[in-house]
């Protein structure tokens, strides 16, 4: 163990490997609460070639590696656990960020570079990184990409495998892989880049990308429709998907979410509480707020809806739906899922989902909101204790049988290995094994994660 110590601090240098159970305590514990571990130490690299010399050094030594960002993951995929010798290895460090190129529209990002940085940078551009989500001050690139993160406006832009145009990475033997020409075509084999997207840290640690931005558009609008049940809310995204190019945005919120948000707002809700909100949010180069309001008109919502009229109320409406990951967690420790299920099935998902929670977890609190536009709900639980599995296994099943799936965006991280049989079938997990082993022949990138 000493041994291992100094071989981390001669690559490093001694002021970045931190095995003071103090320093480390912040890297152990996803920030749910619900996820603990512990690790010989955190080791913080600056470049690739030091991830590399680290990922040889652990190997030599049979220490797994777990890698981290921002530790803002909801999965326990980044938090070490205590089943075999484990590292972290924070990416923080590794912050470097390229001019962005104007014509390609592309601008290289090291893995520890915080989306709100690169928010910042494509905006001075004139463009947007076409990702947000609510923890983007912490949240870095390399971790989003590693989980293959949605967000806010992949109902626009896609998830973070869309705006993925190279990747450099290191392999769990130390060799360096990168692809960071930039070429918009290029078919010459296996695409690793796409592969090494949503691992998590089992096939490889991501360095570096080149990040696609997308075009920023002039004019936004956004508008609070309050509906009656979560078959109107269904109802009017489908009418809202068909009808609005414009849509950058389109949350859901239920009754219970609302009230739980609005308790630590001050002044009077911005509409009357009924049992499901939603957010619809548009981005044009045109009239936004026209095309919202006419949008809205045509999809009967018109009456139902409060349209936010500058920038200041759009931000107070958003700030409704992006509290809500912090309110919940100051409540108690949640149990999270971001299941996804198909638009046709969601209303039945939702009528049901009380009765499979009140089955095995009677007195749990039901929270529910997520992107309605990308069939995506987040369900939080408040209630079980953190080890308690009861009602996680009974929401996954019930995800599954709406033909939906155990995770749309969080990723599987430590909570789901088990529960991937419920949407893969034994033929495709026993093909991610084979690239698990063809990969990682000794097993130590994030062991655990995604394979159980
Ligand atoms: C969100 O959409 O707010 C995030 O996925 C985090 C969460 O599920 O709470
Ligand atoms: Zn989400």
Redesign the pocket.
């Known amino acids: 163990m000493s041994d291992l110590i100094s071989a981390l601090q001669a690559i490093v240098g001694e002021p970045h490997v931190l095995a003071d159970a103090d320093l480390r305590s912040g890297y152990e514990s996803d920030w749910t609460g619900r996820w603990h571990g512990e690790s010989l130490a955190v080791v913080r690299p600056a470049d690739a070639g030091e991830v590399a010399a680290v990922l040889r050094t652990c190997a030599d030594h049979h220490v797994a590696v777990v890698t981290q960002g921002g530790n803002t993951g909801?999965v326990g995929g980044a938090t070490p656990d205590d089943r075999s010798p484990e590292i972290v290895l924070s990416m923080r460090r590794l912050d470097s960020l390229g001019d962005v190129d104007p014509a390609l529209m592309q601008v290289a990002c090291g893995a520890g570079v915080t989306l709100a940085r690169l928010q910042q940078a494509a905006g001075d551009a004139g463009l947007q990184a076409g990702l947000d989500?609510?923890?983007r001050d912490s949240a870095t690139v390399g971790g989003l990409v590693a989980c293959n993160a949605?967000?806010?406006q992949a109902i626009r832009y896609g998830t973070a495998r869309r705006r993925i145009a190279g990747l450099e990475a290191v392999l769990a033997d130390g060799t360096v892989v990168s692809r960071m020409s930039g070429l918009r075509k290029d078919n010459a084999g296996y695409d690793l880049a796409s592969l090494l997207i949503g691992s998590e840290g089992t096939l490889g640690v991501i360095t570096g990308v080149l990040w696609s931005l997308v075009p920023r558009f002039s004019d936004r609008s956004l508008a609070l429709v309050a509906v009656d049940s979560v078959s109107e809310a269904v109802d009017a995204a489908r009418a809202l998907l068909g009808r609005l190019p414009s849509l950058e945005l389109l949350e859901f919120l239920d009754e219970a979410s609302i009230r739980i948000s609005l308790e630590q707002l001050s002044g009077t809700p911005p509409a009357p509480i009924t049992p499901a909100w939603l957010l619809v949010g548009c981005a044009s180069s045109g009239d936004a707020q026209e095309e919202l309001a006419e949008a809205l008109v045509e999809s009967g919502l018109d009456e139902r809806a409060v349209i936010a009229v500058d920038a200041i109320r759009r931000q107070r409406l958003l700030s409704i739906?992006?509290s809500?990951?912090e309110v919940?967690a100051a409540a108690g420790v949640p149990h999270?899922f971001?299941v996804g299920v198909p638009l046709g099935a969601l209303a039945s998902f939702m009528d049901e989902l009380p009765g499979v929670v009140a089955d095995v977890a009677p007195t749990a609190r039901t929270f529910v909101?997520?992107?309605l536009g990308d069939g995506n709900l987040?369900v939080?639980l408040l209630g079980p204790d953190p080890d308690d599995e009861s009602a996680d296994e009974a929401v996954l099943q019930l995800a599954a049988r709406s033909g939906g799936t155990i995770t749309a965006?969080?990723g599987v991280g430590r909570h789901k290995p088990q529960y991937l049989s419920l949407v893969r079938s034994d033929a495709e997990i026993a093909a991610m094994w084979a690239i698990k082993r063809a990969l990682d022949p000794e097993g130590i990138l994030n062991p655990g994660v995604i394979l159980a």
Do not use: S
């Open positions: 909801l989500l609510a923890a949605g967000g806010l739906r992006e809500l990951t919940i999270k971001d909101y997520g992107h987040h939080n965006e969080h």
